[in-house]
């Protein structure tokens, strides 16, 4: 750890004690020997990480691995065998639908592509897998933001974002798109993201009843009017409906 910052050298502390906790050690004393620490400084550490989750402590037990661990470690596992679940679903609605298909997780403000299949139409979208899309302006993004509680929905709206001119900008009338996004069960995006492309998405659910991805359809205006939007939304829910359920939803 030397030469890192003193806050990384924290952080990396934190993070090391963590990992002896999880490698069986579970004494203040063993961890405050293991990470060549003052007890009393040990003692900060483990009284923080307890506060906010991320170590139990049990009387005879002593220190383990909290609960925020947990979900993680099922985060984790989720993001990295969810594209590898998905894909034949997403397959599916590609050769379904013949649009490009793209599946998403939300990190904050966007939206994160995991997976794209393109369509079989000669159309340049601007995704691609790893892309970063305010999640305001996307299918994707609504579909995520929607089943989240309604008191986090301003901490995920960007003031003045202006992707397209019909990118929802005011906060109320975005809270109500979100609504209808909830009620109904899909979200749009009507060249909110990018001039001449529609999308169209749906939520993929977790085991927990947890939100933790969402699968979309893409193309350009001219393809999805509002006629074949009513189409192909049975489409993408069950593509999500299926994805859901090889993660136990």
Not at 23 to 35: D, R
Not at 74 to 79: G, K, L, R, S
Request: aromatic fraction near 6%.
């Amino acid at each position: 750890m030397e030469g890192l910052p003193r806050g990384a050298q924290t952080l990396a502390r934190g993070l090391t004690l963590l990992e002896k906790v999880g490698e069986g050690v579970h004494t203040l004393e063993g961890l405050a020997q293991a990470l060549g620490l003052p007890k009393s400084t040990a003692h900060r550490m483990v009284r923080a990480l307890v506060r906010m989750g991320y170590l139990r402590h049990q009387p005879r037990r002593g220190y383990t691995l909290g609960p925020k661990l947990i979900r993680l470690g099922f985060q984790a596992h989720a993001q990295q065998e969810l594209p590898l679940l998905a894909r034949p679903h997403l397959e599916w609605l590609r050769d379904r639908t013949g649009e490009t298909v793209h599946l998403g997780i939300l990190e904050g403000r966007e939206v994160v592509y995991v997976d794209k299949l393109p369509g079989r139409r000669e159309l340049q979208l601007a995704s691609r897998v790893g892309s970063r899309f305010p999640a305001q302006s996307t299918a994707l993004g609504k579909a995520l933001l929607a089943y989240l509680p309604e008191e986090a929905w301003p901490q995920h709206f960007i003031p003045g974002l202006k992707r397209t001119p019909r990118t929802i900008a005011d906060p109320e009338n975005f809270k109500e798109e979100l609504r209808l996004t909830r009620s109904r069960g899909y979200a749009l995006d009507i060249e909110e993201n990018e001039v001449g492309v529609r999308c169209v998405a749906a939520p993929v659910w977790d085991g927990q009843g947890k939100v933790v991805a969402a699968v979309s359809l893409s193309t350009a205006a001219v393809y999805l009017d509002e006629e074949r939007i009513q189409e192909v939304v049975p489409l993408v829910q069950e593509a999500a409906r299926r994805v859901s359920r090889e993660l136990g939803a």
